[in-house]
C-alpha cells in the first residue's frame, strides 16, 4: 500500500475514471494493501482479544470476497465459452483507454508492453487484426494530420522476436503505407504479431486450464477453511459467554 501510494505521487497521477484506476498497477497496489490491511487488522484484533465484533467483520468480509471470487471465475468461463457472453463482459472499447494512453503513462506502457510480450499478441480485441487497434493511439494512429513520427507503427512489444535473434525495436514501424490522399495501405506484418491479446488470452486459457483450476482451488479452498475458523471460534466464545450467564 505504501509503495502504491508513493508511486502514485512520485508520477502525480490523476485518476479519470474506473478503467484508468483499475488499469493502474500502482491504483491496484494500493487497493488491494488497504484490503489486505483492513482483513488482516479486523481478523488479528479480534481473534486476539476475542471480540466478536471484528470477528464477524473478518467472517463476513471473506465470505463476500469468495462469493465475488466465485462470480468472477463463472463469468470468466461463460466468457470464454459463449461468445455472445463474451462481448457482453468485455466489449471491445473495454481497454480503448489503455491503448490510447499508452504513450502518456509509463506504468500503462509497462503494463501493456508485458502483456503483448508474454501473450504474444498485438492491440486488444479478440481478433486476428488486433494492431489496427493502435490506430485508436493519437501517435501511432496513421493519418496526415498526425505528425507523430510513430505515425502508422505499432509498439515495438507487438514484435516477433526469435530467440537468439538481434532484437529490432524499429519492426513495427511503417507497418502501413500512407498516400498523399490519406489512403492507407497495409505492409508487411509477418514481423509483428497480429492477434489481438484478448483472442492471445484465450488461446492461453485453453492450453493451461489445468493449471488455471489448480490455482482457482489454492486461492479459494484456504479461504474456505479460514471462513470455517472464523465461524468456529465465534460459537466457542458465544458458548463460553452464555457459560458465564448461567
Same mark, same amino acid.
Given at each position: 500500500m505504501a509503495?502504491?501510494?508513493?508511486?502514485?505521487? /512520485? *508520477?502525480? *497521477?490523476?485518476?479519470?475514471?474506473?478503467?484508468?484506476?483499475?488499469? +493502474?498497477? #500502482? %491504483?491496484?497496489?494500493? =487497493?488491494?494493501?488497504? =484490503?489486505?490491511? #483492513?482483513? #488482516? $487488522? $479486523?481478523? %488479528?484484533?479480534?481473534? /486476539?482479544?476475542?471480540?466478536?465484533? $471484528?470477528? *464477524?467483520?473478518?467472517?463476513?468480509?471473506l465470505a463476500i470476497f469468495l462469493l465475488l471470487e466465485v462470480g468472477l471465475t463463472v463469468c470468466f468461463f461463460l466468457a470464454y465459452y459463449l461468445p455472445d457472453v463474451r462481448? !457482453?463482459?468485455?466489449? +471491445? &472499447?473495454?481497454? @480503448?483507454?489503455?491503448?490510447?494512453?499508452?504513450?502518456?503513462?509509463? +506504468?500503462? @506502457?509497462? =503494463?501493456?508492453?508485458?502483456?503483448?510480450?508474454? /501473450?504474444? %499478441?498485438?492491440?486488444?480485441?479478440?481478433?486476428? *487484426?488486433?494492431?489496427? +487497434?493502435?490506430?485508436?493511439?493519437?501517435?501511432?494512429?496513421?493519418?496526415l494530420q498526425n505528425e507523430s513520427p510513430e505515425r502508422c507503427s505499432v509498439p515495438p512489444s507487438c514484435c516477433r522476436i526469435l530467440p537468439g535473434s538481434n532484437i529490432n525495436l524499429l519492426c513495427g514501424a511503417n507497418i502501413y503505407t500512407l498516400a498523399k490522399d490519406g489512403q492507407m495501405t497495409l505492409g508487411d506484418t509477418s514481423k509483428i504479431y497480429t492477434d489481438g491479446c484478448l483472442k492471445a488470452l484465450r488461446v492461453w486459457v485453453d492450453s493451461n486450464m489445468l493449471? =488455471?483450476?489448480? !490455482?482457482?482451488?489454492?486461492?479459494? !479452498?484456504?479461504?474456505?477453511?479460514?471462513?470455517?475458523?472464523?465461524? &468456529? /471460534?465465534l460459537d466457542m466464545i458465544r458458548a463460553q459467554k452464555d457459560k458465564w450467564r448461567r
Open positions: 509503495m502504491g501510494t508513493y508511486i502514485l505521487v /512520485l *508520477k502525480e *497521477k490523476t485518476v479519470h475514471d474506473a478503467i484508468d484506476f483499475f488499469l +493502474d498497477p #500502482a %491504483c491496484d497496489m494500493c =487497493l488491494a494493501g488497504s =484490503l489486505v490491511f #483492513a482483513l #488482516a $487488522f $479486523f481478523g %488479528c484484533m479480534g481473534s /486476539l482479544r476475542e471480540n466478536t465484533a $471484528f470477528l *464477524k467483520i473478518f467472517y463476513y468480509s462481448n !457482453v463482459i468485455f466489449p +471491445d &472499447n473495454l481497454f @480503448r483507454q489503455a491503448i490510447v494512453s499508452y504513450r502518456d503513462d509509463n +506504468d500503462m @506502457r509497462d =503494463l501493456i508492453d508485458n502483456i503483448q510480450s508474454s /501473450l504474444g %499478441c498485438c492491440g486488444q480485441t479478440d481478433s486476428e *487484426k488486433g494492431y489496427e +487497434d493502435w490506430n485508436q493511439n493519437p501517435y501511432f494512429n496513421c493519418s493449471i =488455471l483450476g489448480g !490455482v482457482m482451488a489454492g486461492i479459494l !479452498v484456504p479461504q474456505i477453511f479460514i471462513i470455517c475458523l472464523t465461524r &468456529n /471460534l
